[in-house]
């Protein structure tokens, strides 16, 4: 099942991350995305990111599947000395339970900068790739990985890897040891619930790139195992929707100058400008921008991003509302989030299936969708 998408296209201010993430630290800005599909990758050499609860307080899950893009970029790729080396943890509430390095791999490739992936619990390291990856020798370096891993204690864990490069799509990777029937469960317990990104490198100073992440675990009957390379691609508030009944505030001339928060609209966060309501089922939709680059593709789901805070006292419950506009309109509600105090905080509604017909997205229903808010309570 498809659990959360980063795509570093539509947010790339740390202001808005930390309001959406459980933890925020350093600094990220859009790199350079020559040789790649994406536009914005998230670049840094310092950023940290951890994720809320995926599953929303439901019991953990022991499967999991990450897809996601990365580069070096510098030249000299990683020294061997690494005091900090940027990661994936898979983690519990308890804690990390597993942990995937890029590390150097100079070594054995004397001309060339290379690294490759480690597999670590805690502090004993499972395995290495055999494989080795050009640590940015041009502008068109980016390796798609997907990950796999099952989170379990004792002799029930595994993890898997593959990767696509400019030269081969697809290919599963081989370990310096099993990747099977062993122990991926750090903190003494099955499963996991959020993931953990770090582009930390240390004193190395040199920049990496994440791009593309998508996170699926291994439940439902779609997009829960290995679905191939995916890419990710934001969508703006372009105008008014069909139901119009919050206030406009804070100076905004319009609901698209109120809602378009993304460093692709401005490149200051506006929190003044915004929509505001205290009238229980009012409903506010917007109109959006259709996708460009993912037209004649598999949808593997959406993830909706609101932004809010209370102007007064108390708490207020909002729900995520669409409408679809082709075919039959209909109009339906789904996650509802409590907003509790007057902190700025976001939360993420993220759906594989079309609310509105109970069947995976397709671009016509992505091309005509409607997205908003309801005040529920």
């Known amino acids: 099942m498809f659990r959360w998408s980063e795509g570093f296209e539509g ?42 609860d995926l599953l929303d307080g439901a019991a953990d899950e022991k499967t999991w599947i990450i897809n996601f893009a990365f580069r070096t970029n510098e030249a000299s790729g990683f020294n061997t000395t690494q005091n900090e080396i940027p990661f994936i943890g898979i983690r519990s509430s308890a804690g990390e339970q597993l942990r995937l390095e890029f590390i150097a791999a100079n070594d054995t490739r004397p001309g060339g900068t290379y690294y490759k992936l480690r597999v670590m619990r805690g502090a004993t390291e499972l395995a290495t790739t055999v494989q080795q990856w050009a640590a940015h020798q041009n502008d068109i370096e980016w390796v798609d990985f997907e ?12 993890f898997s890897l593959k990767y696509t490069t400019r030269e081969t799509i697809s290919t599963t990777a081989t370990w310096s040891a099993a990747n099977t029937g062993i122990n991926t469960a750090n903190q003494g317990a099955d499963g996991a619930d959020r993931m953990e990104f770090s582009w930390d490198t240390g004193t190395d100073n040199a920049e990496v790139s994440f791009d593309n992440i998508v996170i699926m675990d291994s439940t439902g009957t779609v997009n829960n195992d290995f679905v191939g390379v995916t890419s990710t691609e934001a969508l703006d508030v372009t105008g008014n929707g069909d139901t119009l009944q919050w206030d406009l505030d804070g100076g905004a001339a319009s609901l698209e100058d109120a809602w378009n928060e ?56 909002v729900q995520f509302f669409y409408r679809k506009t082709t075919g039959t309109p209909a109009q339906i509600g789904t996650k509802i989030v409590t907003f509790p105090d007057s902190s700025m905080r976001g939360f993420a509604d993220t759906l594989e299936e079309d609310p509105n017909t109970g069947a995976p997205w397709v671009i016509a229903d992505i091309d005509g969708v409607q997205m908003g808010v309801r005040l529920d309570a």
């Open 262 to 317: 993304s460093p692709t609209i401005q490149t200051t966060l506006e929190d003044d400008k915004r929509v505001s309501t205290d009238v229980v089922g009012d409903i506010e939709l917007a109109t959006m921008s259709d996708p460009i680059s993912a037209r004649n593709t598999t949808i593997v789901g959406i993830q909706t991003r609101l932004y809010g805070r209370m102007e007064a006292s108390g708490t207020r419950d």
């Open 147 to 158: 990950f796999k891993t099952t989170v379990r204690t004792g002799i029930n864990g595994s």
């Open 11 to 52: 947010i790339l201010v740390a202001a808005l991350f930390s309001r959406v993430y459980a933890t925020v630290s350093g600094s990220i800005a859009p790199g350079s995305a020559a040789g790649h599909r994406s536009t914005n990758p998230g670049t840094s050499d310092d950023f940290h990111m951890t994720t809320v």
